[in-house]
């Protein structure tokens, strides 16, 4: 039987092409194999949600082959009509990435206990069954005596009193200490003003400071200037008069220094009547108009793939002197940030069923390698018994 292809895009979305799991008529295991556009390695869990109200989701570990992870399809998945599932996938156990949920409808599938080859070993089952049997009663027995006390035994005898225990504050650690100092308490009053201390006793003499410098009337500042002035004398008596002095030059105009001629200025006089206004003269001759100017020349720009700027005229002017005005190319720009991702598209339709294969051969069962298996286990309860049993004959 072909495994069951699931491919999964960058974005979550998936595309099953094919979404039914079990066939009738099958009875061998088939894989659910999960493919990536880029394969993210972690662990692949696999959520499964059984699409019915008496059954919870679960979860199942997927195996990672190469670029893909691999999921057996057990025939406990087969056991409802309808299953919804989701990839997650953990890096250090952080959820790196999610799909979207598909779901894949369950067709007929044949149930183990159908199988024909197991008919052949009906005995065995039974022989395990019974065996089972066994070591469940064993086991109950065992839990209803271990519930009554059977094996509870008497108490001990006390023990003797310990010696009292001592313990100092230094004994504490810092985080007993620290967690035994409550929280701070609000400000105390003011307390009263105490008394006076005594005088202390007198202090060593000090050094013998420098020899002072001798106080001069530059040293006095200006208030004690004031107060060393006295209060002001008497008017004394007249003095003998002077010398005639030389006859002057008269006083003339240009004698008066500008501040001087400034205050002999007087004050500005009353704003006289305004004059009469004057009358228009005659309009003169209006001049001949001069002759129409000639047309300026049109310059016409153009700028070759190289950046040359050139000129032309239609007068047979001189032009302006070409240019090229390309600049040097610049740095490449950072790249951009990433656009936003853009909606979810549609699911497409789903294809046509494609045809049915051939049938496969028939396995062949290997019945010794059964048997042994069988055996074996068999072998094993019996050695459990065995145990559980001696263990019970022995709590008697």
């Given amino acids: 039987m072909k495994d069951v292809l699931v491919r999964i895009y960058n974005n979550g979305q998936v595309f099953l092409p094919n979404n039914i799991l079990g066939y009738e008529g099958e009875h061998i295991a088939r894989n659910i194999i999960i493919k990536m556009d880029n394969f993210i390695d972690g662990v692949a869990i696999l959520e499964i949600d059984p699409k019915k109200e008496e059954v919870d989701k679960y979860f199942l570990t ?30 250090d156990e952080e959820i790196v990435f999610k799909s979207e949920v598909f779901t894949f409808k369950v067709g007929n599938s044949i149930n183990a206990k159908d199988r024909e080859f197991l008919e052949e070993y009906a005995s065995y089952i039974t022989k395990i069954e019974t065996k089972l049997t066994e070591v469940n009663n064993v086991i109950e027995d065992l839990n209803k005596k271990v519930e009554n006390g059977y094996f509870k035994g008497e108490p001990g005898p006390q023990g003797p009193k310990g010696a009292d225990g001592t313990m100092t504050f230094e004994d ?49 500042t200006e208030e004690q ?120 598209g549609d699911t497409g339709e789903q294809g046509p069923q494609g045809s049915k294969g051939n049938d496969g051969q028939d396995g062949v069962v290997d019945y010794a390698q059964v048997n042994a298996y069988i055996d074996g286990k068999i072998g094993d309860i019996n050695t459990i018994l065995a145990t559980l049993t001696t263990v019970s004959e022995v709590s008697e």
Wanted: no cysteine.
């Fill in 172 to 220: 504490l650690t810092e985080e007993q200490k620290a967690s035994l100092k409550g929280e701070k308490g609000d400000k105390g009053d003011t307390g009263e003003k105490g008394e006076a201390g005594s005088i202390g006793p007198q202090g060593e003499r000090g050094l013998q400071g420098e020899p002072g410098k001798a106080f001069t009337y530059e040293d006095f």
């Fill in 62 to 91: 997927m195996e990672k082959k190469e670029d893909a992870y691999v999921l057996p399809i057990y025939e406990s998945l087969l056991t409802v009509q309808e299953l919804g599932m989701q990839l997650v996938i953990t890096v």
């Fill in 225 to 344: 200037l004031t107060n060393l002035k006295g209060p002001k004398g008497d008017i004394g008596p007249k003095g003998a008069d002077g010398e005639k002095g030389l006859k002057g030059d008269p006083f003339l105009y240009e004698d008066f220094t500008p501040e001087q001629l400034e205050a002999l200025r007087g004050p500005q006089g009353i704003q006289g009547v305004p004059g009469q206004d004057g009358k228009d003269g005659t309009n003169g001759i209006d001049g001949q108009n001069g002759t129409d100017g000639e047309d300026g020349a049109t310059f016409t720009p153009s700028v070759d793939e190289n950046g040359n700027l050139s000129w032309t005229n239609d007068k047979g002017l001189e032009n302006p002197t070409s240019v090229n005005i390309k600049g040097p190319k610049g740095d490449k720009g950072e790249q951009g940030i990433q656009g936003i991702q853009g909606p979810k």
